[in-house]
């Protein structure tokens, strides 16, 4: 395959500034390749860009907004999801949506950039790439990762801190109930709560709390 004359301009996408600043880190060795121009959370994006990459880290159910928002904005030539979940009720609504592609969390930095690549190139990618392990990335960032979260584990934790029921959360992440209460109880032993109520003012006071920030340079390039 012939590598674009020009890097890619990518905009990250994601309700979290720890998660957007995750994957710009992670893709930095590759700024000839790929170039973020903008780093969004909680932010619509603004400025023109080849392919926004959606990172479904608390947001992974497409039938929130947030996702229509990035399909819709006339400055992104293509969506990409970026999840742990790839189910096919998952990739038939991204392919209804008009999302080409849907990549996994698990898969290393430089095979994230050759996929992007061919999305750029006017590939679709549903139901291509598959990867049932939770194992993230290097270089793949969440909150609650210091203190010992694993991905998921805060993935649920989010899901609480913003108020949903086990079910809610259950049909929110792909998972199943007795999933979302295996993470429950483990996250609960990590963060050093036990009760639902607690694991809410833990998760407010560990950065599980939505942040509006947009972060570009003003010649288009990340800072």
């Keep these: 395959m012939t590598e674009p004359a020009s890097p890619i301009r990518l905009a990250v996408v994601n309700d979290y500034e720890v998660v957007v600043r995750g994957i710009a880190a992670m893709l930095a060795p590759f700024g000839d390749r790929v170039q973020i121009v903008e780093m969004d959370s909680d932010a619509g994006v603004i400025r023109e860009v080849d392919i926004a990459l959606y990172d479904t880290f608390s947001t992974p159910a497409l ?3 947030s996702v229509d928002d ?3 904005n006339p400055r992104v030539r293509r969506t990409v999801l970026y999840t742990w979940v790839l189910t096919p009720e998952l990739v038939a609504d991204a392919r209804r949506r008009g999302i080409e592609a849907a990549l996994p969390k698990g898969i290393e930095a430089g095979a994230l950039v050759r996929a992007l690549e061919r999305i750029h190139a006017g590939e679709v990618l549903l139901d291509l790439i598959h990867d049932e392990d939770d194992t993230p990335a290097e ?5 609650g990762q210091r ?3 694993t991905a998921r584990e805060s993935e649920v934790v989010a899901l609480i801190t ?4 086990n079910q809610e959360i259950a049909t929110r992440a792909y998972l199943s109930i007795n999933s979302v209460k295996s993470y429950i109880r483990s996250a ?12 809410v003012l833990w998760g407010i006071d ?3 709390a939505r942040n509006r920030v947009r972060i570009a340079h003003p010649n288009g390039e990340a800072s």
């Design 70 to 72: 990035v399909i819709r």
């Design 188 to 199: 609960y032993r990590t963060m050093g709560v036990t009760s639902r109520s607690q694991a």
């Design 139 to 143: 270089g793949v960032s969440w909150p």
């Design 63 to 65: 039938e929130d907004d």
């Design 206 to 208: 560990h950065g599980f």
């Design 162 to 165: 913003d108020g949903l029921s």
């Design 147 to 149: 203190e010992g979260l």
